[in-house]
């Protein structure tokens, strides 16, 4: 026997008859005797309670004769104030007088019944036929239904509107709608059939010493077996018992899986056995027991005591809803006791669930993991004090009367709470992660409310200057329900409640779980879980705890560490190390860039040098002014000045100021000069030489629209470096002295021309024609008289380099023009009469701009030094570019035509077919001016025919002999007066009348 469900108690055992049915109404009990009488017995004491009462009954009052034969069974109709008798036939009598109110004479010789309250639908058996009869509200019955049946019926029960049977060979469902029979299946061999109605809906089946549980259309159900010790006789549920009448005794088991053994009653020979109220009532020969409930506060008392925690749940559910501070107390005390065994017994995960139940604080389940440390709190966790943590197991098994009350386990006091504090066990993988389990459950919970102190707490200093008022309101919002503050414990909870759950995660190798946790909404120990990991050197989630915490300067360094020393990053636990990459460093310092763009300079050295084109994307995506960056490495790190300048410029060109591009040609600039220098101490140096350096300079020099020539120029030596000159010299539109240099210096008549080229293609591309097409002339003139120009180079460099560094010197190669002026040619060398220079390409320089040698300017005879060569090339390969006269008129006298054919062959041609061209397009014009013409005279013949029934449109009269108007559209006639008319209308003229 596990605990005390049910006192026996005897009521009566005087009877002098043979008890065959026994009732409980009002106070009283009536039994119905062998020899038909009906005895009435009472209790000496006078109560209202109509319940059966724990005590001797006395007879009151014997009614001989009551029936003429034996009453099998008897049964109180409250809802219908009638008694119900079966005996020879089914009898009704009027409570409580007795008298009789109708009889069933169908029902002569019915063996069984069963009455539907709810319904007012009685069902009875009379041998193979099964009827149904309805209460008519007055004295009598209705009959329903009659339906045959295969056997004569046992037993049977309403299970919703239909009926179960059980007859010798098996349990059927009768549909009482229209006599439909389904068999479920086949009774035991031993004893007879047995089916009894659960609260619940579901019918319980007797095969044997088996209850089969079974739903209302005869299915089974799962693990639903009742196994009693010997055959039951009858069987009744009172909830949450089955409670079986056994030969030998009765047995109480409980209706939860698997229906464990609840109190076996030693009451021998009983007849039967019925459910009246709260209490059960059982008869033998001659004498009568009442089956009283214990109180289920003295049930959950000795379940808990004997270790039978999940009964006692069961009941603490049962508990009136009065009790509800009672209940949940005992509940919340239960499962925790539960949740200890079962954690001492190795059953973790189930301890924790009951842990979750009960609603206890954290730290008291941490305390049973002595290896996971918890912060310091500023004070104390008080436990809840509805957590009933008192022994109730202390009270020694209620005895079969213990009170109701449970007031006596409350006062009672273990000396200590050894029963409690269990052994911590060791932290074992399945303890660890059912301890995961169980904070995972509590923390949506906890963390809500830590967040919402956190927001009140803000929204209260946002608000802080409105102290006054809110004192002066407080009480107002307390006394309709409002807290104003969250328990300050709240946040310190959550940190409990993170940190140990973080432990549990790196203890059970959950390094992603951990990872996760730390990238959301967490309040992890900053002090505990950084020496955490940093013993177990797991730097992943560090580096993710600074973050969070907004410890990033401590978070760049570990990382810049790690990925400087790989090695460094392997943990003590012996999982594969996480591999650090420079991109992340990248990928931490993006969100950074507009909250500390400083920190991001400082830890962006380092990529820079290993992921150049990351980092810079990383300055330009982040907003981080250029001028800063270049600043910052200028400072800091100088040799990553030029890669960050030049990634800017190959990534877009207009993130690069006029005072970076100056800073960009500075540094290459100075490394070429130092090159220069210990190549010149070597007497090494070579003009065509070019380190890389130098071969990045010039095309920066090139490239580059918006740095300041000036300044470089000046840095510049006199003896060397002649390309870097003439490109500066070219920026600062000194284009003869740019061409002397490449012609005179470094002798290289390609790179003139190319420089000449991209002056001529620059003045394209910016619209502007004046004097694009004088550059090539005055690349002729440098061929042409070298010596001359020698001179003049030597003078106006000495001039630039003593000039101001403002930058604004114009001289040109148009200042050699003046020595010239007053010396004419003796005569031109060739004249080609009849050429248009206005049928040239749009690309030459207009005749408004002179050139330095015009036809009224002689040339020098100096026909030793010309480069007739080169000049003859740039000729021939740039005759569509060179205004031919001009150029012709530079050319010496002795200057064979034959020569020239390259040159002229090609412009004369291009000069005809220009004309050719121009001529074609004059007469196709003239020839469509001549059709839209005959077009129009065609148009302006249109007929139109005046009848005498012509009509003006506009005074809808006949025109007759009228002078008339006709609209262009050749079809619209008016009168001319009319037409004239409507014109000064249409100008707000008014009409003249005549």
């Known amino acids: 026997m596990v605990h005390t469900a049910y006192d026996s108690i005897e009521l009566l055992n005087d009877c002098p008859e043979k008890i065959n049915a026994v009732e409980y109404y009002g106070s009283n009990i009536l039994i119905a005797c062998s020899d038909g009488s009906l005895r009435i017995y009472g209790t000496e004491s006078i109560s209202q309670t109509l319940e059966l009462k724990k005590q001797a009954y006395v007879l009151q009052r014997t009614i001989n004769g009551f029936s003429k034969k034996q009453v099998l069974a008897m049964q109180v109709l409250t809802s219908k104030g009638l008694l119900l008798c079966l005996s020879e036939s089914i009898v009704f009598h009027r409570l409580p007088n007795l008298e009789t109110v109708a009889v069933i004479s169908k029902a002569k010789g019915a063996n069984l019944y069963v009455w539907d309250d709810l319904r007012g639908v009685l069902c009875f058996a009379r041998q193979k036929r099964v009827c149904i009869?309805?209460?008519?509200?007055?004295?009598g019955f209705v009959e329903v239904k009659e339906y045959g049946v295969p056997d004569i019926v046992k037993s049977m029960s309403w299970c919703g509107e239909n009926v179960c049977i059980g007859i010798r060979r098996s349990y059927i469902i009768l549909n009482t709608t229209n006599g439909a029979l389904s068999e479920v299946f086949s009774p035991g061999r031993i004893a007879p059939p047995l089916v009894v109605s659960i609260p619940s809906g579901e019918l319980l089946l007797g095969k044997d010493n088996i209850g089969v549980l079974v739903d209302r259309n005869g299915k089974l159900i799962p693990e639903g077996r009742i196994c009693w010790s010997e055959a039951p006789a009858a069987?009744?549920?009172?909830?949450?018992?089955?409670?079986?009448?056994?030969?030998?005794?009765?047995?109480?088991?409980?209706?939860?899986?698997?229906?464990?053994?609840?109190?076996?009653?030693?009451?021998?020979?009983?007849?039967?056995?019925?459910?009246?109220?709260?209490?059960?009532?059982?008869?033998?020969d001659q004498s009568i027991y009442g089956l009283f409930p214990v109180p289920l506060g003295a049930q959950i008392i000795q379940l808990t005591a004997s270790g039978n925690f999940e009964e006692a749940l069961v009941l603490c559910k049962l508990l009136p809803p009065e009790d509800a501070s009672l209940r949940a107390s005992k509940e919340q005390s239960i499962h925790i006791r539960y949740a200890h065994h079962l954690f001492e017994n190795g059953s973790y995960e189930e301890a924790m669930e009951h842990f979750v139940s009960s609603q206890v604080v954290i730290t008291h389940v941490l305390s049973l993991y002595?290896?996971?440390?918890?912060?310091?709190?500023?004070?104390?966790?008080?436990p809840d004090n509805n957590v009933d943590l008192t022994g109730d197991s202390c009270l020694s098994r209620g005895s079969s009367m213990a009170s109701d009350e449970m007031e006596s386990s409350v006062t009672c006091v273990l000396e200590s709470d050894e029963s409690l504090a269990l052994e911590p066990k060791k932290m074992s993988h399945g303890t660890l992660m059912a301890l995961i389990k169980f904070l995972l459950k509590k923390?949506?919970?906890?963390?809500?409310?830590?967040?919402?102190?956190?927001t009140e707490e803000v929204v209260s200093e946002a608000v802080g200057h409105a102290f006054d008022a809110y004192e002066s309101s407080r009480s107002k919002r307390l006394s309709k329900g409002r807290i104003n503050h969250t328990d300050s414990g709240a946040r310190e909870m959550a940190t409990i409640l993170d940190t140990a759950l973080l432990q549990a995660f790196i203890l059970t190798g959950q390094s992603a779980a951990a990872l996760d946790l730390l990238k959301g909404f967490n309040y992890c120990n900053v002090n505990i879980c950084e020496e955490i990991f940093q013993k177990g050197n797991h730097n992943a989630c560090l580096i993710e705890l600074y973050k969070y915490n907004s410890m990033h300067r401590e978070a760049l360094k570990l990382l810049h560490q790690l990925v400087d020393d790989p090695k460094s990053d392997e943990p003590k636990t012996g999982h594969h190390p996480q591999k650090f990459k420079p991109e992340m460093i990248i990928e931490y310092l993006?969100?950074?860039?507009?909250?500390?763009?400083?920190?991001?300079?400082?830890?962006?050295?380092?990529?820079?040098?290993?992921?150049?084109?990351?980092?810079?994307?990383?300055?330009?995506?982040?907003?981080?002014?250029?001028?800063?960056?270049?600043?910052?490495?200028?400072?800091?790190?100088?040799?990553m000045q030029a890669t960050y300048l030049e990634l800017m410029l190959s990534m877009n060109q207009n993130y690069i100021s006029p005072h970076l591009q100056n800073e960009m040609l500075q540094i290459y600039l100075s490394e070429v000069l130092d090159w220069y220098v210990n190549l010149s101490a070597q007497r090494k140096w070579d003009e065509k030489a070019y380190s890389p350096t130098r071969k990045?300079?010039?095309?920066?020099?090139?490239?580059?629209?918006e740095y300041t020539p000036e300044v470089l120029l000046k840095q510049i030596p006199e003896d060397a470096l002649f390309e870097e000159r003439a490109i500066l010299l070219g920026k600062m539109n000194q284009h003869e002295l740019a061409l002397s240099i490449y012609v005179q210096k470094l002798h290289l008549p390609e790179l003139a021309l190319s420089y000449c080229d991209r002056v001529y293609e620059a003045g394209l591309n910016q619209q502007y024609a004046k004097a694009q097409g004088n550059i090539y002339l005055t690349l002729l003139q440098i061929y042409i008289n070298p010596r001359r120009t020698n001179k003049n180079i030597e003078k106006k460099m000495n001039t630039l380099v003593t000039s101001s560094s403002s930058g604004n010197l114009k001289v040109g190669w148009s200042s050699v023009k003046a020595k010239?002026?007053?010396?004419?040619?003796?005569?031109?060398?060739?004249?080609?009469?009849?050429?248009?220079?206005?049928?040239?390409?749009?690309?030459?320089?207009?005749?408004?701009?002179?050139?330095?040698?015009?036809?009224?300017?002689?040339?020098?005879?100096?026909?030793?030094?010309?480069?007739?060569?080169e000049v003859l090339d740039v000729l021939s390969r740039r005759w569509d570019r060179v205004h031919g006269a001009k150029a012709l008129r530079l050319l010496p006298r002795d200057t064979k035509l034959q020569k020239l054919y390259p040159f002229l062959g090609p412009l004369m041609r291009k000069t005809s077919e220009t004309y050719r061209n121009f001529s074609v397009i004059k007469s196709l014009r003239q020839c469509e001016s001549l059709e839209v013409k005959d077009e129009l005279y065609i148009q302006r013949k249109t007929e139109l025919k005046i009848t005498g029934e012509s009509m003006c449109s506009l005074c809808n009269k006949k025109i007759g002999t009228s002078v008339f108007a006709v609209y262009p559209n050749g079809k619209t006639i008016v009168h001319f007066v009319c037409f004239r008319d409507s014109q000064s209308t249409r100008k707000g003229m008014p009409l003249r009348r005549r």
């Open 133 to 139: 009869y309805r209460h008519n509200g007055g004295r």
């Open 235 to 284: 069987v009744v549920i009172q909830k949450p018992y089955a409670i079986a009448l056994l030969p030998r005794h009765i047995e109480v088991r409980s209706l939860r899986v698997p229906y464990p053994l609840i109190q076996t009653i030693g009451v021998r020979n009983a007849r039967s056995i019925q459910k009246e109220n709260n209490s059960i009532i059982v008869s033998l």
């Open 370 to 382: 002595p290896s996971i440390v918890l912060p310091k709190l500023d004070r104390p966790i008080e």
């Open 443 to 454: 923390r949506p919970n906890i963390v809500g409310k830590a967040a919402a102190e956190t």
């Open 590 to 639: 993006r969100p950074l860039c507009g909250i500390d763009p400083m920190l991001v300079l400082e830890f962006s050295t380092f990529v820079l040098k290993t992921c150049p084109t990351q980092t810079v994307d990383l300055f330009i995506s982040g907003n981080i002014p250029a001028d800063m960056v270049n600043s910052y490495l200028k400072e800091h790190a100088p040799s």
């Open 696 to 705: 990045k300079f010039i095309p920066a020099l090139q490239g580059m629209s």
């Open 820 to 869: 010239a002026k007053g010396r004419r040619l003796g005569k031109k060398i060739v004249e080609i009469e009849g050429a248009e220079d206005t049928r040239i390409k749009a690309s030459f320089s207009s005749d408004d701009v002179r050139s330095d040698v015009d036809s009224d300017d002689p040339i020098e005879e100096v026909s030793s030094n010309i480069m007739v060569d």
